[in-house]
């Protein structure tokens, strides 16, 4: 089955103790992102990534980090959580950069950091 | 930059209302327009989407014209059911560089039988 994991669906964590979230896509897909979502704000992307060793800024950087070692992993990196990186995270993959190809979300990680 | 704009829910309708969900978006180009809904407790899903101006994107009994005279997706459905409740996200993609989707903030829908 054609999917977008990520691990772990729900985390609680303590302020500036480092946490990675997991994503892996099956489907041999180029393009991965990472989006968070906020009450009120919709979906705004963290970081993305057009291929293996390519990754990029998304509108909303500070304080994550990336890597794109394989082409079906694109783990997620909080160094030092705060609070405000309380949210629901969700990794998504596309067949190509090019617009227009749908994009696949994974099932969501909901992130709390008191 | 680009932007998307939907109208804000909640929308609450009985089952079989006829639905409409606004969205206006900004963008520079021709972007590829986008609506995606998310389930109770899931990831986002694509819907229906449309590539270029006129193009109707369709799936589900839903539909929403790609207008780009006055830069719409409006979704819009006949008759609506109780597994319709979901939020509705509207969003673009310009391309480029970055397959980047800018989304709406999600109108939240609700179908009560």
């Known amino acids: 089955e054609a999917q977008v994991t990520q691990n772990p669906r729900y985390l609680i964590t303590v302020t500036g103790k480092k946490l990675t979230v997991t994503c892996s896509q099956n489907?041999?897909?180029?393009?991965m992102s990472w989006y968070r979502q906020d009450p009120g704000l919709g979906l705004r992307q963290i970081y993305y990534s057009m291929n293996v060793e390519v990754t990029d800024k998304g509108d909303v950087p500070e304080g994550y980090k990336v890597s794109r070692k394989e082409k079906r992993n694109f783990p997620l990196i909080l160094e030092s959580p705060s609070p405000n990186q309380t949210s629901l995270y969700f990794c998504?993959?596309?067949?190509?950069?090019?617009?227009?190809?749908?994009?696949?979300f994974g099932p969501g990680t909901r992130l709390t950091v008191t | 930059g680009d932007s998307v704009t939907q109208m804000e829910g909640p929308v609450t309708l009985s089952e079989e209302a006829f639905l409409t969900i606004n969205c206006t978006y900004t963008?520079?180009?021709?972007?590829?327009l986008f609506w995606y809904v998310q389930y109770p407790g899931e990831g986002l899903q694509l819907l229906l989407k449309?590539?270029?101006?006129?193009d109707k994107g369709s799936n589900k009994g839903f539909e929403a014209t790609y207008r780009k005279e006055t830069t719409s997706f409006h979704l819009e459905k006949g008759s609506v059911q109780v597994s319709d409740s979901a939020v509705y996200f509207c969003a673009l993609s310009s391309g480029g560089s970055n397959y980047k989707l800018t989304f709406g903030k999600g109108t939240l829908l609700t179908v009560n039988p």
């Open positions: 489907m041999n897909h180029e393009y």
């Open positions: 963008a520079t180009g021709y972007p590829s």
């Open positions: 998504a993959s596309s067949l190509s950069y090019a617009g227009g190809y749908e994009q696949y």
């Open positions: 449309a590539t270029k101006a006129d």
